[in-house]
């Protein structure tokens, strides 16, 4: 398998709803991309992962590829959907996001 | 149906709780992840993509309008509204909270469901004919076998951490409905010399290793069923690796023994476990099948149903596509499609459960089936009712007339829900059923069974046409094979080519249609037909006629 390539975030699955969630400048846990610490080192990232992986409040954590153009973007389509949502109904991070935009 | 007895009840409620304990323990921190995730798995609760999900055992695909009344409750209390009814029968809700899981099981015991044994290396849920029961082509009825089976191998301590996950398939009927050939075993019950036997087959499965199953045995006695299942699976037990899940399945321990040797140790096995039995397993056989009496079947006059057919063409066509012989002469068996065009392949929304629940209640003795094929079956309607029965269909968008047909897609749940999936299946079965929505019915019967990975959730091998969704290099792709079958002909379907990316898909798939309309010799001969007369390569070259140009 390829060998990941920074930039990179940490991202896991909230225990107790299994959302998306990913690891932020404070270390927290957020339902954000958007705020999530970007790793430019992948060592330094692997160093974190290796802090968090068995934190009681996550599943499964990873580090996932982004790019950094202007905002934070998933590089891989598996990351993007886990970003977004399915795409047969408007739920997951879709429907918040644009709950959150018509408040 | 089976009528739960108190033993049932108080098993599965004692599960719960202990689910309910173990929950508890991992919120508290006292479970790891590590030490958690096998007793989740044990009550069917995955982590997906963007969420928990719970499978339900519906077992061989029996659900009565009850059940199916707190399915829909489930959805609307835990879930997003909606369940998902898959290719083993069962149903899965995409997004519970882990907190909820023990509820939702204490709301699936009550009317007595549960979630045991739908995921982990055990002996999983046994399928069957959507149609067992009512087929007209049925030699016997392989549910009470099915429920035998169930209550033989639930908590069977002896296999509980098997090499490798476990699927039975059993059908009663002529022509096979339940893919037994692509299960690692296949039960089909014969009549030879007025007793009911069962041919058996074993080694069959899709996934990364795609093989049909091998007659183990042509006429097992029925009543050596449980013996002589325990008497495969304990050769398995001892024989399959488990220093590599990829090589962990029957099949490849079958593959690597040889058939003949594989049969020899089973025999063997058998001899010893036969007497162990001691009639038991009879006795309970006995009184299961006091639950699965027919119906009382009710005379009714045929009039408004004859008319119904003279005068209304869509539901003469819905009767042409969605409505099945029954055994009795005046039923019929109605499947109800969950394949509407654009829809996801096996959704139901709770409403639509509830109103197919109703039906059930009204007019089919208060069953419904699931099948394989990601549709609800009726299984015993008197056909003076199909007229009442389509109109309530048709009100809720239930009433697609494509049973069969090209937007009669197998697709897994994909990228958009499992963690597995290396790409999309859903939007592939919604784009080509929106697509060939108004051909449908010239096209003819064609099964596009689509998978999201190589584990084939979606049965892409055995698809008159598969698609499998894969990732080549951060981008979907998707390879087509042609030629698979899955009924008694069981075939792995042959890979044709270069994968296409999603925006070559559709004019690849218009190209390998126009070529077998142009093809076939009439418009009887159904695709997989056209195929098998003339092989493969005329339809290689309608895929890649690009590619050949360039």
């Known amino acids: 398998m390829a060998r990941i390539k920074a930039p990179v975030v940490i991202t896991a699955n909230d225990l107790l709803t299994g959302e998306v969630v990913y690891l932020d400048l404070a270390h927290r846990w957020s339902p954000e991309l958007s705020t999530a610490k970007v790793f430019n080192v992948i060592d330094e990232a692997e160093d974190e992962l290796a802090t968090v992986f068995s934190e009681a409040v996550v599943i499964g954590a990873y580090l996932a590829e982004v790019s950094t153009d202007s905002k934070v973007t998933p590089r891989h389509y598996r990351e993007t959907f886990r970003h977004k949502g399915p795409s047969n109904y408007f739920h997951g991070k879709q429907a918040v996001q644009d709950a959150e935009v018509a408040a | ?228 299942l325990e008497a495969v699976l304990s050769v398995y037990n001892l024989a399959g690796r488990r220093d590599n899940k990829y090589k962990a399945r029957i099949k490849i321990t079958v593959g690597a023994m040889g058939i003949d040797a594989f049969r020899a140790k089973v025999d063997e096995a058998f001899q010893r476990l036969r007497a162990a039995f001691n009639g038991q397993d009879l006795a309970v056989l006995g009184e299961i099948q006091k639950n699965f009496a027919p119906p009382h079947y009710v005379e009714k006059s045929h009039e408004s149903y004859f008319d119904a057919l003279d005068g209304d063409i869509g539901f003469r066509e819905w009767v042409e596509r969605n409505v099945s012989p029954h055994k009795h002469p005046s039923y019929a068996s109605v499947t109800i499609s969950l394949k509407g065009h654009g829809d996801t392949p096996g959704d139901a929304t709770s409403d639509q459960m509830r109103a197919i629940a109703d039906l059930a209640e009204r007019f089919a003795h208060d069953e419904l089936r699931i099948s394989h094929e990601q549709n609800i079956v009726l299984p015993h309607v008197a056909q003076a009712d199909l007229p009442a029965i389509y109109r309530t269909l048709r009100s809720i968008g239930l009433a697609t007339a494509n049973i069969g047909l090209i937007s009669d897609i197998i697709a897994c749940p994909g990228m958009d829900y499992c963690a597995l999936a290396t790409a999309r299946s859903i939007p592939i079965a919604q784009d080509i059923a929106l697509r060939y929505a108004r051909r449908e019915a010239e096209i003819g019967h064609m099964q596009i069974k689509i998978s999201g990975c190589i584990n084939a959730c979606g049965h892409h091998h055995v698809g008159h046409v598969g698609i499998l969704g894969l990732d080549k290099a951060g981008v979907e792709n998707y390879q087509i094979t042609l030629g698979g079958s899955a009924g008694n002909d069981a075939a792995i379907g042959e890979k044709m080519g270069r994968g296409f990316n999603v925006d070559e898909l559709m004019p690849a798939l218009d190209r390998l249609i126009d070529a077998y309309l142009a093809l076939r010799l009439h418009e009887g001969e159904i695709f997989a037909e056209t195929v098998k007369r003339l092989g493969t390569v005329p339809f290689q070259e309608a895929l890649y006629v690009i590619d050949q140009a360039a």
């Open chain 2, 1 to 228: 149906m089976y009528n739960y007895q108190e033993f049932d009840r108080a098993f599965v409620r004692e599960r719960v709780e202990q689910y309910r304990d173990q929950v508890r323990r991992r919120l508290d921190g006292a479970l790891t992840e590590d030490e958690f995730k096998p007793l989740r798995l044990m009550n069917g609760v995955y982590l997906q993509l963007h969420a928990y999900m719970l499978r339900i055992a519906i077992p061989y695909g029996t659900l009565s309008s009850r059940q199916m009344r707190q399915l829909a409750y489930i959805a609307d209390k835990w879930d997003k509204g909606y369940g998902h009814f898959t290719t083993r029968q069962n149903i899965q809700f995409n997004w519970p909270r882990l907190v909820d899981t023990p509820d939702i099981l204490d709301a699936l015991a009550d009317v007595d469901m549960h979630a045991i044994q739908t995921s982990g290396n055990t002996i999983r849920n046994v399928t069957t004919d959507q149609f067992a029961g009512a087929a007209l082509d049925e030699v016997a009825d392989p549910r009470p076998y099915a429920e035998l089976i169930r209550q033989w191998s639930t908590d069977h301590p002896e296999f509980q951490f098997l090499p490798r996950k476990f699927k039975i398939a059993i059908t009663g009927a002529v022509e096979d409905r339940a893919v037994i050939r692509a299960h690692d075993i296949g039960l089909q019950l014969i009549e030879h010399e007025g007793r009911i036997a069962f041919k058996v087959f074993v080694g069959g499965g899709l996934g990364r290793t795609p093989i049909i199953g091998q007659e183990l045995v042509d006429r097992l006695p029925a009543e050596d069923l449980l013996p002589y």
